[in-house]
């Protein structure tokens, strides 16, 4: 792999970096997928669809990932294209198959994942001396993942670009935020995920995770116990999502909490990447944690009442409109068994 040219241009305000696939998602709901009859394809990836849905607020949003050098890989740059997000740093890796992911579909709130990243998946080939430290220096936020911890390459990619964000957090208004994305099959036990979490965390802002995440980087489940766990590692903001019973913020001064929005869910997968999304435009913004908490929350309930996830990302449009007590039309695409 050559070392591509040093970025130049004005600074992304978002830059993720992370899982990248094709999500295949049955157009049945509440169906096994041994009786799916006809599928959706979409993309897909928990960074990718952060960087989707930040460029729907209009952001200037990339990310780096790696694909297989196959007609997916090429689907892949045609639809970050059209989503106008910049994929100069998604580069192909002849010897492995773009990763697709499948999907069951049961409301409210079962969605069974099968991952194909067999033998292993493209974007944790990502290499250090492949990185582009200058334009992950100089972005407003850089966003990584804990499932790029699990394995090298990707796992001193991953350290190598939060040392470079950490030379660069002086400057004012950079966030580095830390997605926990704890994925068990990622990884060969929870403990050796919080030992490279734990290397990982100090040179992070901002953490977001559900409870199972927290307990993956500091062994607590307690949101305001892990939240203290979480600012005595180095974090600045924790964020923490809890379901029904909302989310929870605490910036070291103050705790917040607000409730969810109630939606008519139709797929949960997304949610999480939409309130990723939106977390990244409210930073950016300035908004205080109230605001950016409500507004996160209800980019997440949007996506939940669609069956997709980077297509269904909402514009800032769209999350006021629920916000202010609308009703939105969800995705056709669903048909109930």
């Known amino acids: 792999m050559t070392t591509p040219p040093p970025f ?12 990248i696939g094709v999500d295949i998602y049955p157009l049945q709901t509440g169906r096994s997928l041994r009786h799916v009859e006809t599928f959706g394809k979409y993309l897909g990836g928990s960074a990718t669809n952060v960087a989707v849905a930040a460029a729907r607020y209009g952001r200037r949003a990339a990310v780096i990932s790696r694909t297989g050098q196959d007609p997916f890989g090429d689907y892949i740059h045609d639809a970050l294209k059209g989503f106008r997000v910049d994929d100069r740093f998604v580069t192909a890796v002849p010897s492995l198959p773009t990763p697709v992911t499948f999907c069951e579909i049961f409301p409210p709130d079962d969605f069974p994942l099968y991952f194909y990243r067999f033998p292993t998946a493209p974007d944790l080939q990502i290499s250090p001396d492949e990185l582009d430290l200058g334009a992950i220096g100089g972005a407003g936020i850089f966003w990584m993942t804990g499932t790029g911890l699990c394995q090298e390459p990707s796992r001193s990619a991953t350290l190598r670009a939060l040392e470079a964000r950490a030379r660069s957090a002086e400057k004012p208004g950079r966030r580095t935020v830390f997605d926990l994305d704890y994925r068990a099959m990622f990884w060969p036990s929870r403990e050796e995920a919080r030992q490279w979490y734990a290397r990982a965390l100090p040179h992070a802002t901002v953490a977001v995770g559900n409870l199972d995440e927290c ?4 062994g607590l489940r307690e949101p305001r116990a892990a939240a203290r766990a979480l600012h005595d590692a180095g974090i600045q903001l924790a964020i923490i999502k809890q379901g029904p019973a909302g989310v929870l913020a605490s910036d070291g001064t103050q705790i917040v909490q607000v409730p969810p929005v109630p939606v008519e869910v139709v797929n949960g997968l997304g949610a999480g990447d939409a309130f990723g999304g939106a977390l990244c435009h409210s930073l950016l913004s300035g908004w205080d944690l109230e605001r950016t908490l409500r507004f996160c929350n209800a980019a997440g309930a949007v996506v939940a009442s669609r069956l997709a996830c980077a297509d269904a990302m909402p514009t800032a449009a769209e999350v006021e409109a629920i916000l202010s ?10 048909q109930r068994a």
């Open 8 to 19: 130049e241009g004005p600074p992304f305000e978002v830059l993720t970096m992370g899982r």
């Open 325 to 334: 007590g609308k009703k939105l039309a969800g995705n056709k695409g669903a």
């Open 215 to 218: 307990e993956t980087a500091v």
